[in-house]
């Protein structure tokens, strides 16, 4: 996938922080408007502007616990907000989650099977994961980094036009990590993922841009566009020495 070097135009009024895709609109977006997100006396998102192209990758850097997986699911509808609303959703959507989330009486093949995707699309998925001779295996006799191949290879198989990522490779070894990153890549396309990450090597492979969050609230402190792997490492050395 290409990366592309046209940055993004930055707003940060008195309403919350924007970004705002640079000649980008319409349907080329998934539009965040004024989204304030509350648990309890917690605010986790206020007033929050975000456009994310939907034909790129982008990829959220943060601290644990400043807000980006609860932006992630406001932004797959699986989360409830006080105000504002989310535009431009592609119709079909695929989520990694932080959590396999398997279902351990189902056999590989039929966590992915009960979701309506053809016997020989899921074990093309299993297969480019490095899971093509666990089709009858059980979860529960999996390893955690097969248990996890077998969660990224149940939203490859079913597919989407927008997919969220969060931490996708989370304790996979190098070796499988580069397997299950060239999966990815080859299932996203030219389609567009927002992607929570702490690892370069998924941002090195799959972003486009760069957003930098601080929170709580979430806010977005930098927005960077992706040149290369230097652009990367230097980047992510500063993250960890701020």
């Known amino acids: 996938m290409d990366h592309r070097s046209d940055p993004l135009k930055c707003d940060s009024g008195t309403d919350g922080y924007r970004i705002v895709a640079k000649e980008k609109g319409g349907e ?34 943060g601290p644990s616990g400043c807000g980006k997986t609860t932006l992630m699911r406001i932004g797959a509808g699986l989360e409830k907000i006080e105000e504002g609303s989310v535009t431009e959703r592609p119709k079909k959507c695929s989520f990694v989650f932080q959590e ?82 060239t999966a990815i890549k080859k299932m996203i396309g030219n389609k567009g993922a ?5 690892d370069k090597d998924e941002a090195l492979v799959l972003a486009h841009r760069i957003l930098v969050a601080e929170g709580l609230p979430l806010t977005i402190t930098k927005d960077l566009p992706v040149g290369g792997s230097f652009e990367i490492e230097k980047l992510f050395q500063k993250i960890h020495t701020e």
């Open 100 to 181: 396999d989330r398997l279902l351990p009486w189902c056999r590989a093949v039929d966590n992915m099977t009960i979701l309506g995707v053809s016997k020989s699309r899921a074990l093309e998925a299993l297969d480019s994961v490095g899971l093509g001779k666990e089709e009858s295996s059980f979860p529960d006799t999996m390893s955690g980094g097969m248990r996890r191949r077998l969660a990224i290879a149940r939203a490859l198989a079913f597919g989407g036009d927008y997919y969220f990522l969060d931490e996708p490779c989370r304790g996979l070894d190098s070796t499988t990590k580069a397997e299950v990153l």
């Open 28 to 61: 080329n977006t998934v539009k965040f408007h004024n989204i304030t997100k509350n648990y309890g006396k917690k605010t986790v998102l206020r007033s929050f502007h975000l456009e994310l192209d939907n034909h790129e990758v982008t990829c959220l850097l």
């Open 194 to 198: 927002l992607l929570i990450t702490h």
